[in-house]
């Protein structure tokens, strides 16, 4: 019995690996961390021969030391240039003048939001005194929004003809720099491998200094998240942080910022209020020489 569950449970571990050959890979690194927990409690105490049961534990145990590390905050940048804050505001949601006043508090350079929908649009016109220029990509019954303080550059703001993106230029104090919101949807066995695939290529005129805010409905070290990070020419910045529960309230982390390398920074966790996801505040220093 318990050779059968350490056998099973192993390999979804190694499975967790595979987004790249298969989507199902990504469904299970949302409980990569779990599965090598899991292996790791029972594997040693099968019957299997110790030279062979310690070394799958310690591997087990590395797996689990990796995630750990990865969870850990790192000292950011001391000043910050942009200040970019990343939700997904869910549909039906509530709080929504205190949600207008924490995003007046934080004062954030840019927004990208998800599940912007009719019903909950009118939170976009409210901060248009303070944030004038926006990209609004209304798909079915919800879309992505770029929000902003700072003037466009003519003729690159864009929507993604497949739901996902939004996207535009923008000149700043430090320079141009592009701001994505994205919002890709389930793994395996849903279609968001497939999604990533339609939509991808719209990243081909991005390029410079690009800074992604998204609800990746993906973890940090999922295939996913790879791809976007090519296709944009970024990489995800800080600690894995749990910004969403699904089931019994699990934690799992598929909110994510992605900025390009010559950039330090610093993310924090904010409050749901009135989401079901918590938000994502990045402060951001962009490197003079980059």
């Not at 944030?131 to 929004?145: H, I, L, S, T």
């Not at 070290?221 to 976007?228: I, K, P, T």
Request: charged share 20%; proline share 6%; hydrophobic share 40%.
């Amino acid at each position: 019995m318990l050779k059968s569950v350490s056998g099973i449970l192993g390999l979804c571990l190694l499975g967790s690996y595979t987004g790249a050959l298969h989507p199902l890979g990504d469904s299970l690194a949302v409980f990569r961390l779990e599965w090598a927990v899991g292996f790791a409690l029972v594997v040693i105490w099968t019957r299997w021969s110790a030279w062979l049961r310690w070394p799958l534990a310690g591997l087990a145990m590395g797996v689990i030391g990796h995630h750990v590390c990865m969870g850990q905050a790192a000292g950011g940048a001391s000043d910050h240039d942009f200040v970019l804050y990343q939700q997904n505001l869910l549909v039906g949601r509530e709080e929504n003048e205190r949600w207008l006043g924490f995003v007046e508090e934080v004062s954030p350079d840019f927004l990208t939001l998800q599940e912007v929908s009719p019903s909950n649009r009118y939170l976009l016109d409210r901060l248009k005194p303070e944030y004038p220029n926006q990209v609004y990509c209304p798909k079915y019954r919800y879309g992505e929004a770029v929000v902003t303080r700072f003037e466009p550059v003519p003729g690159t703001a864009f929507c993604s003809k497949r739901d996902g993106l939004a996207g535009m230029q923008v000149e700043t104090p430090h320079g141009r720099v592009w701001i994505v919101s994205l919002h890709i949807g389930w793994p395996w066995p849903y279609g968001q491998s497939q999604q990533l695939t339609q939509i991808l290529p719209e990243l081909d005129r991005v390029s410079g200094h690009v800074i992604v805010g998204g609800d990746f409905n993906a973890v940090a070290w999922s295939d996913a998240v790879r791809r976007v990070e090519e296709a944009s020419g970024t990489r995800r910045i800080g600690h894995w942080m749990s910004t969403f529960r699904i089931g019994w309230r699990w934690p799992i982390g598929i909110d994510h910022v992605l900025t390009s390398p010559a950039y330090a920074q610093e993310i924090r966790l904010m409050p749901q209020l009135g989401s079901d996801h918590f938000g994502v505040l990045a402060y951001l220093t962009r490197g003079r020489n980059g």
